[in-house]
């Protein structure tokens, strides 16, 4: 199993409003970008720490515009090309379909019964023109069983409690609420992960 230097995107305007973003093209905002620059700096220690040379790495992000922004920043850290990285589209975050940019409190007022569905089974829940967790852990499972070396992933905390899931770090049940937090670097190994402020 490959080693994975994973980063969730630097925050924007919508995670700061709480708003479901999905797939929608939200930007980083400045404290997005330092969180970035701190994933930077977070990395090349802990590569230097473990003798790795950063551009022996597969580096691979969503390809996402927030996502993508991220990883030139962490990239530019790590004294590499900004550029010299792949997209995946098995990466994007899951989709909340006709929810995105709604908060949690709007979808309680708006649609009670649904928001009420997806809290008593948020793992397996399908938001109108959405897709499920389930589903979601699926395409990124394909995504993880296709990487053949250690690698550093800029991706989104839905796809990261989907991914962990699919590896048996956490159940389904726990894992749509595990604080996926962002500037910090989350280091996956075999049957555990690691977080690195």
Known sequence: MPLVYYIRHGETDWNAAERLQGQ?????????????RRCG??????LARDAIVPAQLD?????????QETMQIVR??????????????????ISFGGWE????????????EDAAARERDKWNFDPPGGES?????VRVNAWYRSLNRD????????VLRGLL???????SAEAPFLDITQGVVFVIDKKSIARYD
């Open 24 to 36: 929608r093209e939200i930007p980083i905002n400045e404290k997005g970008r330092a969180q970035a």
């Open 41 to 46: 700096e977070t990395l090349r220690e802990l």
């Open 165 to 171: 899931v699919q590896l048996g770090i956490s159940s």
């Open 101 to 112: 940019g709604f908060t949690i409190p709007e979808l309680h007022a708006r649609w009670p």
């Open 76 to 93: 530019k850290e790590l004294g590499l090309d900004n550029l010299g990285y792949r997209t995946d589209a098995r990466l994007s975050e």
């Open 151 to 158: 690698a550093v992933v800029v991706a989104h905390g839905g």
């Open 133 to 137: 967790y389930a589903d979601m852990s």
């Open 59 to 67: 580096y691979v992000s969503s390809p996402l515009g927030r996502t």
